[in-house]
């Protein structure tokens, strides 16, 4: 297994333990009484994610420079986009990006989906970069964008986020 793989499957565990913290630290999040553990539901209101995925929008450009830049130590290039899902509302999920011509993003699905029926896990999608809700790449140990992922480190602790950054070995 390369680097770029190990470091993917790394920022995906990250994720998906992200999420599992967020659900066991706040339950009140949840519209569901059990949600699975890689899913988390945040409401549509929610002014700190709206902005994170406002700031994600603005800074899309950076994002393509730097997918197209490929300066060494640089790698998991992934965006988020929502997906309908069934009954209304949406569910955002990671792409794996292969190339972007003229703004749009061709990549694959990189995380399971546990609503909506658009898309699965592995499956091959085009994405128009008006219609991400976040990017994130990694520059060595550092994430590089990933705003709503941040929305979720902001809810922890001072000392939850130290133990988990240290336990990761990755920075903000």
Same mark, same amino acid.
């Given at each position: ?12 565990? !990250? ?39 406002? =700031? ?6 950076? !994002? ?12 998991? !290039? ?73 929305? !979720?480190?902001? =809810? ?17």
């Amino acid at each position: 297994m390369n680097d770029s793989h190990r470091t993917k499957r790394r920022v995906r565990a !990250f994720i998906i333990i992200l999420t599992a913290f967020v659900l066991l630290t706040f339950p009140g999040c949840s519209r569901q009484a059990k949600e699975p553990e890689n899913y988390t539901h945040v409401d549509s209101e929610d002014a700190a994610m709206n902005a994170a995925i406002a =700031k994600a929008k603005a800074t899309s450009a950076d !994002f393509v420079r730097a997918f197209h830049a490929q300066k060494p130590g640089t790698t998991n !290039f992934s965006v988020k986009k929502p997906y309908p899902v069934p009954g209304g509302g949406q569910e955002h999920m990671w792409i794996d990006v292969l190339s972007e011509s003229n703004g749009v993003i061709e990549g694959q699905i990189d995380n399971d989906a546990e609503e909506t029926k658009a898309v699965k896990l592995g499956q091959k999608v085009s994405v128009k970069i008006e219609e991400i809700s976040d990017w994130f790449y990694m520059d060595g140990k550092k994430i590089i964008g990933g705003y709503t992922i941040r929305y !979720f480190i902001d =809810k922890m602790s001072p000392k939850e986020r130290e133990t988990y950054l240290k336990q990761t070995g990755w920075e903000l």
